[in-house]
């Protein structure tokens, strides 16, 4: 079943959440329309590779080419009309940045993925409970209201000021007339009650000007309060949920919505400056005693200057967090000479700013780390915040071509004999800017999520833990001493966060028996989990009982797995994987004969198996697993295939498939029949014509059980092994040996 079938038979609840983040970036009508085409393109690798972006945005204009061919037989008017305007919109917008839409489409199959996961979970984990209050929604519409009020305001004191303005025009030559009258006329009555008249006409002024300063420092009042106890709270919430993210939870929205409110806000306040030089305009023509301007406008003028200089250093922010474009769900994990992306946007979107500001590069700047390692970043470092690249107008950059080189310690040592693991050594990317805009100049300074920087690939699994529990437990953007004493994590936090790496890494998040299964394999088998608060060394650092490797080796490991050779077979829910040995028995137990279930190894790293049951001639439930397969065996012969072909030769040597049914009782053909390579007994004829054919070798899974006094009744891990392989043995040794040797014991899991 595609992801959007499943998608589309979700409960209304969730179905609202799907309908949030598909707009007109990219219409539900085409994810609808070309679903299966969609999800069967890597549309992560294309978000950061611009030439195989710019390929499936072609393909994906072809194929609503196709849509319309058949619409049109159909003389679906509707529909050949909203086609049509679609495959124009998606042209015209992304025609310039197909890499854009790469990043779209990519973000909502991940979060339709998310959704899924987290509709098969009984309860939502504490962390979406929190993203997803209501509350925060409240806020939101609360802070675009008063947004448009505060608009609305700036432009009533607009037409106040004008007002103002053509009062004093006409105070103005009426008193001017008046003066240049002669002495005599002066003294007239009609010259008393005109200056009568004027002597109103300044009153009215004056009631005016203090009406006017009034209402400015009004909106002034109320933007500080907007953006000091709203706006900012919401950009900090906006900041976390992007952390979140970035660790593989919900994907985070809202920040066009932020860029209209900082917008909106940063032209009423300029429209409130440009009404105070309007002020000072008049008071150069006209004052008095008491003039309530020359006694308010430069307290009003410099707050309005001091809200416009902190709504701009706020809004510069990194809209994408650092990342590989080799490895697109591991932001955060710089390699030294690797490029790396990452993007910044001005939330206040002014066309006059379009290409005049200069943004700055660098790393590790004014920062004491706790590293003894320094580097550099060499590439593009500077480049201008322009409104063309973005698909939706936004004022941004983005810096493709960046590559951290370490520099050379003067002592002469490698400068990795810090305190601490390079993994969990914290680094900070920087950039600086300056605004020049109405005669104002800011400085400007954004700073990325702490980065880990590695040199080899093999340190990726541990620094990308570093980044889960950094994000996971801190706020602060520049804690880079975090791990010289890392804090503790519940369990529940921690174990919402692993379903998150399933959900967006695979495809596919765990439910409650998978995640209990992981709890004791942290913990142990205790009564509860509540509030149980786990340690930084016990999930990356201290190696699993009786094991060699730590929890998070050997659970990234199985990521890897399942990434590379059985994602399929993961997303559609056929391996159970995360179940005890113990819990295997007691769900196998009653079972059918042949009955079997897919479980990941506890003592292999990044390995599979497979346990079935059967029965004795006595009726005695017996329990077989297969030892577990790895990626170098399932990079021979798919894991769909294994399970297809595999073959247990019994005592009397006659082959037979012992899998039937995969647990609780489906057939396996029904189950794994799509995904299997090709049917064993089609095998070509020779070649005619003289020439010497071939027929062609099938690898077959094979394993041998041996049933006698001597075998104990437990579960069993058994070799795969070829037919070639047993004939080979067979023509060189005795069937004896040969029983000896596949009796042998071999270390249980």
Not at 667 to 691: H, I, M, W
Request: hydrophobic content about 40%; proline content about 5%.
């Amino acid at each position: 079943m595609s992801q959007w079938s499943q998608v589309q038979q979700l409960e209304i609840k969730f179905l609202e959440q799907v309908d949030q983040f598909y707009d007109d970036n990219f219409p539900m009508e085409v994810r609808h329309l070309l679903a299966q085409w969609i999800e069967s393109q890597d549309w992560e690798a294309a978000s950061n590779n611009e030439p195989m972006a710019t390929i499936l945005l072609q393909n994906l204009l072809i194929q609503l080419d196709e849509q319309l061919d058949r619409v049109s037989q159909e003389k679906n008017l509707l529909l050949i009309h909203n086609l049509k305007r679609i495959r124009k919109l998606l042209q015209g917008k992304y025609h310039g940045n197909p890499m854009h839409i790469a990043v779209i489409i990519s973000n909502c199959l991940r979060e339709e993925r998310r959704i899924l996961a987290a509709a098969s979970m009984p309860v939502q984990g504490p962390l979406e409970k929190q993203l997803q209050n209501s509350v925060v929604s409240e806020r939101q519409r609360n802070v675009e209201h008063k947004v448009s009020a505060i608009k609305n305001s700036a432009q009533m004191t607009e037409q106040d000021v004008k007002y103002l303005e053509d009062l004093q025009e006409e105070f103005d030559f009426r008193y001017k007339t008046m003066q240049s009258l002669e002495q005599g006329d002066k003294n007239s009555i009609l010259m008393k009650q005109e200056m009568v008249m004027l002597q109103e006409m300044l009153n009215t002024l004056d009631y005016k000007r203090k009406e006017v300063l009034s209402k400015m420092a009004q909106v002034i009042n109320e933007s500080d309060v907007l953006m000091n106890n709203m706006l900012l709270e919401e950009l900090l919430d906006w900041k976390r949920r992007q952390q979140i993210a970035c660790i593989g939870g919900p994907l985070h929205s809202g920040l066009d919505q932020l860029q209209n409110c900082f917008t909106l806000l940063a032209e009423s306040l300029f429209q409130v400056r440009r009404q105070l030089e309007k002020l000072d305009e008049l008071l150069t023509k006209l004052t008095y005693d008491g003039d309530p301007i020359l006694l308010q406008r430069p307290h009003l003028l410099e707050r309005v200057n001091f809200l416009l200089y902190n709504l701009f250093r706020s809004s510069f922010v990194i809209e994408r967090q650092p990342c590989m474009p080799t490895h697109p769900q591991r932001p955060m994990v710089l390699k030294t000479l690797i490029q790396f992306t990452v993007k910044l946007r001005l939330l206040i979107k002014l066309p006059e700013l379009n290409y005049q500001i200069r943004v700055k590069a660098t790393i590790d700047k004014n920062v004491s780390t706790i590293s003894n390692r320094r580097f550099v970043l060499c590439g593009t470092h500077v480049k201008a915040m322009n409104m063309d690249e973005s698909a939706n107008g936004s004022l941004s950059v983005e810096f493709r071509h960046l590559q951290p080189k370490e520099m050379k310690s003067s002592a002469g040592s490698k400068g990795n004999e810090g305190p601490q693991m390079v993994t969990e050594e914290l680094h900070s990317i920087s950039f600086e800017t300056q605004v020049s805009l109405y005669g104002l100049t800011i400085d400007l300074e954004t700073s990325s999520l702490p980065v880990v920087m590695i040199s080899n690939v093999s340190q990726l699994p541990n620094a990308w833990a570093s980044i889960i529990w950094y994000n996971l437990l801190s706020k602060d953007c520049q804690h880079l001493a975090f791990f010289n004493n890392p804090p503790t994590a519940t369990l529940s936090q921690l174990l919402e966060v692993l379903s998150w790496q399933f959900s967006s890494y695979v495809g596919r998040g765990l439910n409650s028996e998978q995640l209990n299964m992981l709890a004791e394999k942290l913990m142990g088998q205790q009564i509860s989990y509540n509030d149980y608060q786990l340690s930084w060394a016990k999930f990356c650092k201290e190696h699993l009982p009786g094991k060699s490797f730590t929890f998070w080796v050997w659970l990234e490991a199985i990521l890897d797995l399942i990434k590379k050779h059985i994602l399929p077979l993961w997303i559609d829910g056929y391996i159970m994987g995360f179940v005890s040995k113990e819990k295997e028995r007691v769900l196998l137990r009653d079972k059918m004969p042949g009955t079997f279930l897919l479980r990941f190894s506890e003592s292999n790293l990044g390995g599979i198996t497979f346990t079935w049951v059967d029965q004795s001639e006595n009726g005695e439930v017996r329990f077989h697993s297969v030892e577990p397969y790895n990626k170098g065996r399932l990079t021979a012969l798919p894991f769909a295939d294994i399970l297809r072909d595999y073959k247990v030769i019994l005592a009397d040597n006659v082959p037979e498939n012992p899998l039937k049914y995969l647990y609780p009782d489906i057939p396996k053909d029904k189950a794994f029949g799509k995904y299997y390579s090709c049917q064993p007994n089609e095998v070509s004829r020779p070649t005619e014509g003289g020439v010497k054919g071939y027929v062609p070798a099938v690898f077959i899974p094979i394993s041998k059980i041996l049933y006698d006094s001597t075998d104990p009744h437990s579960p069993s891990d058994l070799l795969p092994m070829s037919p070639s392989v047993y004939a080979v043995l067979r023509e060189h040794l005795s069937p004896t040996v040969i029983e000896t040797a596949l009796s042998s014991p071999y270390s249980a899991d």
